[in-house]
T-cell receptor, first 115, second 112 residues
Framework: GAGVSQSPSNKVTEKGKDVELRCDPI?????LYWYRQSLGQGLEFLIY????????KSGLPSDRFSAERTGGSVSTLTIQRTQQEDSAVYLC?????????????FGSGTQLSVL | GESVGLHLPTLSVQEGDNSIINCAYS??????FIWYKQESGKGPQFIID?????DKRQGQRVTVLLNKTVKHLSLQIAATQPGDSAVYFC???????????FGTGTSLTVIP
């Protein structure tokens, strides 16, 4: 597609429920990143996928968070047993990392609200 | 300026004036830096980047300056316009880590 697409744009859930957030990166981009942005804060790194390499999961805050990237394209971020502190904007970005152009292109994010 | 962990700094400028947004980055080994602009309800948008082998890079109405000695990055916006109102983030990248680390951001408000 023309840009990074994320869905849903907004998600309201109850504490304890599981949620899945989806990211469609720019076609051909080998690298995909998930970041979390709390209100008025910077971007917190969560996880990074690059090609067929093992993902860098060093930023995942707890084992309730997981992500996968199927077929080197679409990625899903799953949060199990959501807590109120999980409320934030979840941003996905992709890049042509390794092909001379490392800048990240971001989607508009998913606003997650845990009640 | 901005540093990870602080409340969002704010900057207000008159329309037509020049803006300077500062960033103190954390790792002396970082070799690639990007400035992003984030408008309300949107994802960050790329503005300009610079590699560590450069001190200055210019774009359209924007200039990025890099001072590796003091680990400082700045974004200069010439003739600031109302459409420039947004939160601006600097991001640093370590060649080996492939992660981008973002600062807290600076909120720029342009007064018409």
């Amino acid at each position: 597609g023309a840009g990074v697409s994320q869905s849903p744009s907004n998600k309201v859930t109850e504490k304890g429920k599981d949620v899945e957030l989806r990211c469609d990166p720019i076609s051909g981009h080998t690298a995909l990143y998930w970041y979390r942005q709390s209100l008025g804060q910077g971007l917190e790194f969560l996880i990074y996928f690059q090609g067929n390499s093992a993902p860098d999961k060093s930023g995942l805050p707890s084992d309730r968070f997981s992500a996968e990237r199927t077929g080197g394209s679409v990625s899903t971020l799953t949060i199990q047993r959501t807590q109120q502190e999980d409320s934030a904007v979840y941003l996905c970005a992709s890049s042509l990392l390794g092909r001379g152009d490392e800048k990240l292109f971001f989607g508009s994010g998913t606003q997650l609200s845990v009640l | 300026g901005e540093s990870v962990g602080l409340h969002l700094p704010t900057l207000s400028v008159q329309e037509g004036d020049n803006s300077i947004i500062n960033c103190a980055y954390s790792n002396s080994a970082s070799d690639y830096f990007i400035w992003y602009k984030q408008e309300s309800g949107k994802g960050p948008q790329f503005i300009i980047d610079i590699r560590s082998n450069m001190d200055k890079r210019q774009g359209q109405r924007v200039t990025v300056l890099l001072n590796k000695t003091v680990k400082h990055l700045s974004l200069q916006i010439a003739a600031t316009q109302p459409g420039d109102s947004a939160v601006y983030f600097c991001a640093e990248n370590l060649d080996t880590g492939n992660q981008f680390y973002f600062g807290t951001g600076t909120s720029l408000t342009v007064i018409p």
